[in-house]
């Protein structure tokens, strides 16, 4: 997860660099960058249920600059309780914006995928011992969000929105005791940031550069 987010502000300055090695190039040129519709946006994103990850998007020429797919991947642990994950969360779709510069308020339709491997510790057996085990949990939902993102070469943005999604209310899995025996258990889901009975809620801030 480090190597990721250390990479991804690499990649970030670099560009940047890159950027105003460009500027200076074209010094004698009438400077229009305050008005060009910036295509490209890196960035990152803080929030829920991605906690910390990358961002990309990329504003069409379709009706006036409106329309911009976009793609956020992100990778945590995350120990809740007696269970310890290993999460990533995927989110792919596309924002239509209210004005025509690829900036400012918009609306987001797409999808999302929560992945989550979960490990429960300290399990209570019928047979009187405690044991261990481990299960998958995969959540698939349908989002729709608004949000506001700043013009510039830096810049800013918020969101805040929804997954509709089929989420269980329980887990049931095999655990395993020190002595070896197994029992197949049934466990409560643990409290994840931002997944809810019917969903999972997106909020988030974000920063990065376009160009």
């Known amino acids: 997860m480090i190597k990721r987010i250390t990479f991804l ?40 249920p991605n906690i910390i990850g990358g961002a990309v998007e990329g504003v069409l020429p379709m009706l006036g600059n409106r329309i911009a797919p976009y793609f956020n991947l992100s990778g945590f642990n995350l120990d809740i309780d007696n269970v310890s994950s290993e999460m990533s969360y995927t989110e792919f779709g596309s924002k239509i914006y209210f004005g025509n510069k690829g900036n400012g308020f918009f609306v987001g339709l797409g999808s999302s995928k929560f992945s989550s491997s979960l490990n429960f510790k300290d399990l209570s057996l019928d047979f009187g011992e405690t044991g261990t085990g481990s299960v998958d949990l995969d959540i698939n939902t349908f989002i729709i969000k608004l949000g506001a993102k700043t013009g510039g070469r830096i810049y800013f943005n918020f969101e805040l929105g929804y997954g509709v999604g089929s989420i269980p209310d329980e887990l049931k899995f095999q655990a395993t005791s020190s002595t070896g025996r197994t029992e197949y258990t049934t466990e409560k889901i643990p409290n994840i940031p931002g997944v809810t009975e019917g969903g999972i809620l997106i909020g988030n801030v974000g920063f990065g550069i376009s160009f």
């Open 9 to 48: 502000i690499f990649l970030l300055l670099s560009i940047n660099l890159i950027a105003q090695n460009e500027e200076l190039d074209s010094s004698q040129v009438v400077d229009t960058t305050d008005t060009a519709i910036k295509r490209i946006s890196l960035g990152l994103k803080i929030g829920i």
